[in-house]
């Protein structure tokens, strides 16, 4: 069960009359909470600061003990602002008072609003509005922005989307998370970077190897790294559970595919039977599913 089909060969599927679904919608908050997780933690060097502690080496304040880098007034750049990218831009931008550059193929008309309305109620309080921009190329992102956040789907044009040279132009000290697929990031190419940029951390869930990860990554401290927990709450967990199933019955009772699977609700709801539609079949179209009225 998951959001993300990238490991599944739909056009396969729908060759042989089989639906696809998955579980959108429950995970969006829950990814985006432990990507700004590893911004934070990456950032200002959380687990570097930690295994120090736990090794007894802590002797006294300094004023150069883990420094690391501010949040508030920099720009948080997004590359693929759906879901979860435009729910992760909005808790960096609310909590943190960042300014946004998002890349996405689409414009993120409701992001931009939010930011804007935010903006104009931090200058009427007397402070800094923050600002956005949709960049017209990815490399806009990467050359301005303090913190990147990776959060497209995984397919031909998201492949090793940051390389050697993409790398390049990111800034010294930028913060760069992955909370999407391992291999829109080239690992190896990563491992290098770190290595020769101390100051540039990173902030990984997902690995382009999965389980494993490249080698020289972990050994390197500037690199906070996670088991591909991005959706581990319990409150997602059981909503990927109850969406997978629904869609599982809605296929052997014959119901139609849900309208609109950004709208799943109405499935979740425990003291209400869930409408009698698959919540999300993601080649429902192909397959000529007829579709339920909302
Ligand atoms: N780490 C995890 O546990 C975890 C959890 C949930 C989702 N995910 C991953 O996150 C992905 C995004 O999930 P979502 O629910 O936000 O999906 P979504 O479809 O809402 O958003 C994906 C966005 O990526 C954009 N995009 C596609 N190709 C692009 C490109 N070449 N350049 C820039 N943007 C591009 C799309 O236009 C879209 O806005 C999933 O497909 C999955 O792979 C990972
Ligand atoms: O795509 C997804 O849903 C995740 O990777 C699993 O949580």
Redo the contacts with the bound molecule.
């Keep these: 069960m ?5 490991n599944v060969d739909v056009e396969a599927a729908t060759r042989n009359g089989i639906a696809v679904g998955n579980t ?2 429950v ?2 908050e ?2 985006a909470e ?1 990507a700004a997780s590893l911004s934070l933690a990456a950032a200002r060097r959380i687990v570097e600061a930690d295994q120090f502690m736990r090794a007894g080496l802590y002797d006294g304040w300094l004023p150069h003990l883990f420094v690391g880098n501010l949040l508030k007034g920099q720009t948080v750049g997004v ?9 992760y831009a909005r808790m960096m931008i609310e909590g943190f008072k960042m300014n946004l550059i998002y ?4 414009q ?1 008309t409701r992001l931009e609003k939010f930011v804007t309305a935010y903006g104009q109620f931090l200058k009427a309080n007397g402070e800094q509005p923050v600002t956005w921009k949709r960049a017209a190329t ?1 490399e806009d992102v990467l050359r301005e922005a303090d913190v990147i956040s990776l ?5 031909k ?2 492949y090793h ?1 940051i390389n050697p040279e993409r790398l390049a132009i990111m800034k010294k000290e930028a913060v760069l998370v992955n ?3 391992g291999p829109v990031i080239d690992e190896v190419a990563l491992v290098e970077h770190l290595k020769a940029n101390p100051m540039f951390r990173v902030g990984l ?2 690995f382009e190897d999965e389980p494993y990860m490249k080698p020289g990554l972990a050994e390197m401290k500037n690199a906070v790294v996670v088991p ?5 709450s319990k409150w997602t967990r059981e909503g990927m559970a109850s969406l997978a199933a629904l869609n599982v019955l809605g296929k052997i009772k014959g119901y139609p595919a849900w309208g609109n699977p ?1 709208l799943i609700e109405p499935f979740l709801k425990e003291d209400a039977t869930p409408p009698a539609a698959c919540p999300s079949i993601v080649n429902a179209k192909q397959l000529g599913l007829p579709s339920s009225k909302l």
Aim: aromatic fraction near 6%; charge should be negative.
């Design positions: 998951a959001v993300g089909y990238n959108p919608g995970l969006t829950t990814t432990l590359i693929g602002a759906g879901r979860i990218g435009s729910a890349y996405d193929l689409y993120s990815m959060h497209p789907v995984l397919d044009t998201t989307l909370a999407s697929r869930d997902v591909h927990i991005a959706s581990a950004n």
